[in-house]
């Protein structure tokens, strides 16, 4: 079964809220990863299948949660 990933807008990912993405149908197929630009980082969900498609980019208000999780998940299981 194909999952429906939301459609790009002008040739771009939608932003989305975290609570958008929870509830989500597609985002058991997603993994949450971080990107570099020009003016700085920005989180966002990738397909699990083709880890270089973005599905969607989170809203910049989002950006120091999930820093935090990705930062605390390196020093918990990168000392592992």
């Known amino acids: ?11 771009k990912p939608p932003v989305i809220s975290l ?3 929870d509830s989500a149908e597609w ?7 971080v990107k570099e630009s020009e003016s700085g980082k920005y989180f966002v969900a990738v397909n699990i ?12 208000i989002a950006t120091p949660l999930l820093q935090k999780v990705f930062t605390d998940a390196h020093q918990t299981y990168g000392e592992k």
């Open 1 to 11: 079964m194909s999952v429906k990933f939301p459609d790009y807008v002008d040739d």
């Open 19 to 21: 609570f958008q993405y």
């Open 49 to 60: 299948q083709k880890p270089d498609e973005v599905v969607a980019r989170f809203e910049d």
């Open 27 to 33: 985002a058991k197929e997603t993994a949450v990863d």
